[in-house]
């Protein structure tokens, strides 16, 4: 069972396992495995039939100095990243820093790799095949790091948000307000935008709720405050609640947070609130239900033609199997009603 996502959430591995394990789902079939498109497609792999490898690394070396530096055991914040594996024979992969000078094992960096069917170049894109080449090896936008001659992924380069010298992981915060009751799971973005005053990058945290009491809204508010302090040691200088389907995400349901963050600084965010938001939260699932509905009065449409136009065939076919007197004209006759019911 490969995943895929970017990157991998070992909380999420452990809860599928656990999820499953009554159907006879195994651990050992779990496996986080790293590819791109510009790679077509996979580019590392962990062995198989091994659980996946967690590493917990120090939260304070890796925000601040790039260390994947292992977290002692009783670290109770420290970041955990499953390993991808190793990178596919024919494959290499390389972790730079931003002057792209190649690093050593656990220290943090942008993934480069090449390989036998790594990319030309994007269509019509010339400015963006020029970004994505660096000499020989070709830049995935990720950043990373090597364990072991083993992959963790850590993160996108453009989502990384940077905050007092302590670099912050969007995905990780956003797993945990998701878990928040009265916040959608999986509809929580968190980016950093500048401050229009000072210039100073602000932690934003969007995050969609259906609740549309300020009451409520303020509790939620607060609780987000309390997590995110916790869990990164910052407090965000936003939070926006939204209604449901406000964040945007890829069509895989990954959230898309420059894109999030474009709409934010523009000012075409809507807050959940009282008033117009009822009427946004009724009316944001009308198209969808017309278009279920229209799906289902057009299946059962199309069924009730098939079996009628079966019907009318059928009869005559079993009628003229019975009374043809020569074989090959009752195979003629069964076979020009066969195409006659595929053609309707």
Known sequence: ??????????????????????????????????????????LAFPPVGREPRIDRVDRDALSKHGEARP?????????????????????????????????????????????????????NNPEATRRLRDGEWL?????????????????????????????????????????????????????GSPDPADGTERLVVMAETRLDDETQGEQLRRRILAIASDLVGTPPEVIQLVPPHTVLKTS????????????FEEGRIERAGKGPGLWRLALSGLPGLLRNAGRRIGAHAFAVWAWGIFWVLAPVTWLGVALLPQRRWRFALARRMGRTLAFF
């Open 71 to 123: 977290a002692s055991p009783e670290a109770a914040d420290a970041l955990r990243f499953p390993s991808c594996g190793r990178v596919l024979p024919g494959y290499r992969v390389r972790i730079v820093d931003p002057a792209g000078q190649q690093l050593q094992a656990r220290r943090q960096g942008r993934i480069e790799f090449n390989g036998p069917s790594a990319t030309r170049g994007y269509f």
């Open 252 to 263: 895989s349901g990954k959230i898309r947070r420059h894109a999030n963050r474009e709409a």
């Open 139 to 191: 830049d995935t936008g990720d950043l990373g790091y090597l364990a072991d001659d083993e992959l963790y992924l850590t993160g996108r380069v453009k989502d990384l948000i940077v905050r007092a010298g302590r670099n912050l992981y969007p995905q990780e915060l956003e797993a945990a307000v998701g878990d928040i009751p009265g916040i959608r799971k999986g509809c929580v973005a968190v980016f």
């Open 1 to 42: 069972a490969f995943n895929g996502a970017e990157p991998v959430s070992p909380a999420t591995l452990e809860r599928f396992s656990a999820r499953f394990a009554r159907a006879g789902f195994r651990p050992q079939a779990a496996m986080p495995v790293y590819g791109l498109a510009e790679a077509a497609l996979g």
